[in-house]
Antibody, heavy 120, light 112 residues
Framework: EMQLVESGGGLVKPGGSLRLSCAAS????????MSWVRQAPGKGLEYVGC??????????DFSAPVKGRVTISTEDSKNTLYLEMNSVKIEDTGVYYC???????????WGQGTTVTVSS | DIVLTQTPLSSPVTLGQPASISCRSS???????????LSWLQQRPGQPPRLLIY???NRFSGVPDRFSGSGAGTDFTLKISTVEAEDVGVYYC?????????FGQGTELEIK
Protein backbone atom coordinates (compact mmCIF):
# COMPACT_ATOMS: atom_id res chain seq x y z
CA GLU A 1 0.00 0.00 0.00
CA MET A 2 1.32 3.43 -0.93
CA GLN A 3 1.55 5.83 1.98
CA LEU A 4 3.09 9.15 2.97
CA VAL A 5 3.79 10.08 6.58
CA GLU A 6 4.92 13.60 7.47
CA SER A 7 6.78 14.58 10.61
CA GLY A 8 8.82 17.44 12.01
CA GLY A 9 6.12 20.00 12.68
CA GLY A 10 5.95 22.00 15.86
CA LEU A 11 6.47 25.46 17.31
CA VAL A 12 9.08 27.64 15.66
CA LYS A 13 10.08 31.20 16.50
CA PRO A 14 9.93 33.86 13.78
CA GLY A 15 13.24 34.00 12.01
CA GLY A 16 14.00 30.40 12.89
CA SER A 17 14.18 27.35 10.69
CA LEU A 18 12.34 24.07 10.30
CA ARG A 19 12.80 20.74 8.60
CA LEU A 20 9.85 18.60 7.66
CA SER A 21 10.13 14.98 6.61
CA CYS A 22 7.83 12.83 4.53
CA ALA A 23 8.47 9.09 4.65
CA ALA A 24 7.10 7.17 1.70
CA SER A 25 6.19 3.51 1.49
CA UNK A 26 4.94 1.41 -1.39
CA UNK A 27 6.81 3.39 -4.04
CA UNK A 28 10.12 5.22 -4.55
CA UNK A 29 10.03 8.99 -4.01
CA UNK A 30 12.66 9.71 -6.64
CA UNK A 31 10.62 7.92 -9.32
CA UNK A 32 7.75 10.40 -9.14
CA UNK A 33 7.20 14.12 -8.77
CA MET A 34 6.75 15.10 -5.14
CA SER A 35 5.22 18.29 -3.78
CA TRP A 36 4.47 20.21 -0.59
CA VAL A 37 1.22 22.09 -0.04
CA ARG A 38 0.25 24.02 3.06
CA GLN A 39 -2.99 25.19 4.58
CA ALA A 40 -3.18 28.09 7.01
CA PRO A 41 -5.78 27.71 9.78
CA GLY A 42 -9.26 28.04 8.28
CA LYS A 43 -7.88 28.84 4.84
CA GLY A 44 -7.52 27.16 1.48
CA LEU A 45 -4.71 25.15 -0.04
CA GLU A 46 -1.44 26.82 -1.05
CA TYR A 47 1.24 25.24 -3.23
CA VAL A 48 4.70 25.45 -1.64
CA GLY A 49 6.99 23.61 -4.03
CA CYS A 50 7.79 20.54 -6.04
CA UNK A 51 10.73 18.31 -6.89
CA UNK A 52 10.66 16.48 -10.19
CA UNK A 53 11.53 12.81 -10.52
CA UNK A 54 15.15 11.83 -11.13
CA UNK A 55 14.19 10.84 -14.66
CA UNK A 56 12.85 14.35 -15.23
CA UNK A 57 16.02 15.92 -13.84
CA UNK A 58 15.21 16.22 -10.14
CA UNK A 59 14.85 19.99 -10.36
CA UNK A 60 12.70 22.03 -8.02
CA ASP A 61 10.08 24.74 -8.24
CA PHE A 62 8.81 26.99 -5.47
CA SER A 63 5.98 29.43 -4.94
CA ALA A 64 6.84 33.11 -4.67
CA PRO A 65 6.12 33.44 -0.90
CA VAL A 66 8.77 30.83 -0.04
CA LYS A 67 11.27 31.15 -2.87
CA GLY A 68 14.76 31.76 -1.51
CA ARG A 69 13.81 30.39 1.92
CA VAL A 70 12.91 26.82 1.07
CA THR A 71 14.78 23.73 -0.08
CA ILE A 72 13.12 20.49 -1.16
CA SER A 73 15.23 17.36 -1.31
CA THR A 74 15.04 13.58 -1.17
CA GLU A 75 17.10 10.91 0.55
CA ASP A 76 17.17 7.64 -1.36
CA SER A 77 18.31 5.43 1.52
CA LYS A 78 15.34 6.51 3.63
CA ASN A 79 12.88 6.95 0.75
CA THR A 80 12.05 10.30 2.29
CA LEU A 81 11.21 13.77 1.06
CA TYR A 82 12.30 16.85 2.99
CA LEU A 83 11.24 20.46 3.20
CA GLU A 84 13.68 22.86 4.83
CA MET A 85 12.62 26.41 5.48
CA ASN A 86 14.61 29.24 7.01
CA SER A 87 13.73 32.78 8.08
CA VAL A 88 10.26 31.55 8.96
CA LYS A 89 7.44 34.06 9.28
CA ILE A 90 4.15 34.11 11.15
CA GLU A 91 2.38 33.54 7.86
CA ASP A 92 4.18 30.21 7.39
CA THR A 93 1.91 28.78 10.08
CA GLY A 94 -0.28 25.94 8.90
CA VAL A 95 -0.61 22.27 8.11
CA TYR A 96 2.00 21.07 5.65
CA TYR A 97 1.05 18.21 3.36
CA CYS A 98 3.37 16.01 1.34
CA UNK A 99 1.96 14.77 -1.96
CA UNK A 100 3.08 12.38 -4.68
CA UNK A 101 2.07 12.60 -8.31
CA UNK A 102 1.89 9.11 -9.72
CA UNK A 103 -0.69 9.80 -12.43
CA UNK A 104 -0.36 12.51 -15.06
CA UNK A 105 0.97 15.10 -12.64
CA UNK A 106 -2.14 14.92 -10.47
CA UNK A 107 -1.81 15.11 -6.69
CA UNK A 108 -3.05 11.58 -6.17
CA UNK A 109 -1.54 10.58 -2.82
CA TRP A 110 -1.58 12.89 0.21
CA GLY A 111 -0.08 12.48 3.63
CA GLN A 112 -2.03 13.30 6.79
CA GLY A 113 -0.09 16.54 7.26
CA THR A 114 2.15 18.00 9.95
CA THR A 115 1.36 21.23 11.78
CA VAL A 116 3.80 24.12 11.93
CA THR A 117 3.16 27.05 14.26
CA VAL A 118 5.34 30.12 13.97
CA SER A 119 5.05 32.22 17.09
CA SER A 120 7.26 34.03 19.58
CA ASP B 1 0.68 32.75 -12.29
CA ILE B 2 -2.52 31.00 -13.37
CA VAL B 3 -5.52 32.14 -11.36
CA LEU B 4 -8.38 29.69 -10.77
CA THR B 5 -11.77 31.16 -9.85
CA GLN B 6 -14.39 28.85 -8.39
CA THR B 7 -18.13 29.50 -8.25
CA PRO B 8 -20.07 29.28 -6.07
CA LEU B 9 -17.96 29.59 -2.90
CA SER B 10 -20.74 28.01 -0.90
CA SER B 11 -23.31 25.49 -2.09
CA PRO B 12 -26.19 24.38 0.15
CA VAL B 13 -27.64 21.23 -1.36
CA THR B 14 -30.49 18.88 -0.48
CA LEU B 15 -29.56 15.24 -0.02
CA GLY B 16 -30.25 13.30 -3.21
CA GLN B 17 -30.12 16.40 -5.37
CA PRO B 18 -27.36 17.27 -7.86
CA ALA B 19 -24.59 19.79 -7.28
CA SER B 20 -22.27 21.59 -9.65
CA ILE B 21 -19.10 23.64 -9.13
CA SER B 22 -17.43 25.75 -11.76
CA CYS B 23 -13.73 26.54 -12.10
CA ARG B 24 -12.51 29.17 -14.51
CA SER B 25 -8.82 29.55 -15.34
CA SER B 26 -7.00 32.72 -16.36
CA UNK B 27 -5.13 30.71 -19.02
CA UNK B 28 -5.77 27.57 -20.99
CA UNK B 29 -4.82 24.42 -19.07
CA UNK B 30 -4.15 22.38 -22.19
CA UNK B 31 -0.83 21.01 -23.30
CA UNK B 32 0.36 19.83 -26.66
CA UNK B 33 -0.79 16.33 -25.74
CA UNK B 34 -4.43 17.50 -25.83
CA UNK B 35 -4.88 16.81 -22.11
CA UNK B 36 -6.29 19.38 -19.72
CA UNK B 37 -4.26 19.57 -16.52
CA LEU B 38 -7.07 20.42 -14.17
CA SER B 39 -7.87 18.33 -11.11
CA TRP B 40 -10.61 18.34 -8.51
CA LEU B 41 -9.94 17.61 -4.85
CA GLN B 42 -12.27 16.98 -1.93
CA GLN B 43 -11.41 17.88 1.64
CA ARG B 44 -13.76 16.52 4.26
CA PRO B 45 -13.76 18.20 7.68
CA GLY B 46 -10.60 17.36 9.61
CA GLN B 47 -9.15 15.34 6.76
CA PRO B 48 -6.40 15.92 4.20
CA PRO B 49 -7.55 16.57 0.65
CA ARG B 50 -8.04 13.65 -1.69
CA LEU B 51 -8.02 13.48 -5.47
CA LEU B 52 -11.39 13.03 -7.17
CA ILE B 53 -10.80 13.93 -10.81
CA TYR B 54 -7.63 14.43 -12.86
CA UNK B 55 -7.05 15.72 -16.39
CA UNK B 56 -10.47 17.40 -16.25
CA UNK B 57 -12.60 14.28 -16.59
CA ASN B 58 -10.78 11.17 -15.35
CA ARG B 59 -12.20 9.76 -12.15
CA PHE B 60 -9.48 8.63 -9.74
CA SER B 61 -9.44 5.09 -8.38
CA GLY B 62 -12.10 4.45 -5.75
CA VAL B 63 -14.07 7.63 -6.44
CA PRO B 64 -17.83 7.00 -6.70
CA ASP B 65 -19.27 7.42 -10.17
CA ARG B 66 -21.68 10.10 -8.97
CA PHE B 67 -18.68 12.44 -9.34
CA SER B 68 -17.86 13.62 -12.84
CA GLY B 69 -15.66 16.29 -14.34
CA SER B 70 -15.79 18.07 -17.65
CA GLY B 71 -14.39 21.05 -19.46
CA ALA B 72 -11.55 22.24 -21.62
CA GLY B 73 -9.46 25.32 -22.18
CA THR B 74 -10.37 27.67 -19.36
CA ASP B 75 -13.77 26.44 -18.17
CA PHE B 76 -14.27 23.34 -16.05
CA THR B 77 -17.06 21.80 -14.02
CA LEU B 78 -17.38 19.23 -11.26
CA LYS B 79 -20.77 17.59 -10.95
CA ILE B 80 -22.21 15.39 -8.26
CA SER B 81 -25.23 13.57 -9.65
CA THR B 82 -26.92 12.89 -6.30
CA VAL B 83 -25.41 14.39 -3.15
CA GLU B 84 -24.86 12.11 -0.18
CA ALA B 85 -24.13 13.09 3.42
CA GLU B 86 -20.48 12.00 3.10
CA ASP B 87 -19.96 14.55 0.32
CA VAL B 88 -19.94 17.44 2.80
CA GLY B 89 -16.66 19.32 2.69
CA VAL B 90 -14.65 21.76 0.62
CA TYR B 91 -13.93 21.15 -3.05
CA TYR B 92 -10.89 22.62 -4.78
CA CYS B 93 -9.87 22.77 -8.39
CA UNK B 94 -6.15 22.89 -9.07
CA UNK B 95 -3.97 23.18 -12.13
CA UNK B 96 -0.75 21.32 -12.84
CA UNK B 97 -0.35 22.72 -16.33
CA UNK B 98 2.24 25.31 -15.37
CA UNK B 99 4.49 26.19 -12.44
CA UNK B 100 3.68 27.45 -9.93
CA UNK B 101 0.76 25.10 -9.45
CA UNK B 102 -2.31 26.91 -8.16
CA PHE B 103 -5.60 26.15 -6.45
CA GLY B 104 -9.04 27.63 -6.60
CA GLN B 105 -10.39 29.31 -3.45
CA GLY B 106 -12.49 26.29 -2.54
CA THR B 107 -16.24 25.67 -2.57
CA GLU B 108 -17.93 24.58 0.63
CA LEU B 109 -20.63 21.98 0.04
CA GLU B 110 -23.16 21.79 2.83
CA ILE B 111 -26.44 20.00 3.30
CA LYS B 112 -29.57 22.11 3.57
Amino acid sequence: EMQLVESGGGLVKPGGSLRLSCAASGFTVTNVWMSWVRQAPGKGLEYVGCIKSKKAGGTTDFSAPVKGRVTISTEDSKNTLYLEMNSVKIEDTGVYYCISSNIAGAFDLWGQGTTVTVSS
Amino acid sequence: DIVLTQTPLSSPVTLGQPASISCRSSQSLGHGDQNMYLSWLQQRPGQPPRLLIYQSSNRFSGVPDRFSGSGAGTDFTLKISTVEAEDVGVYYCMQVAQFPYTFGQGTELEIK
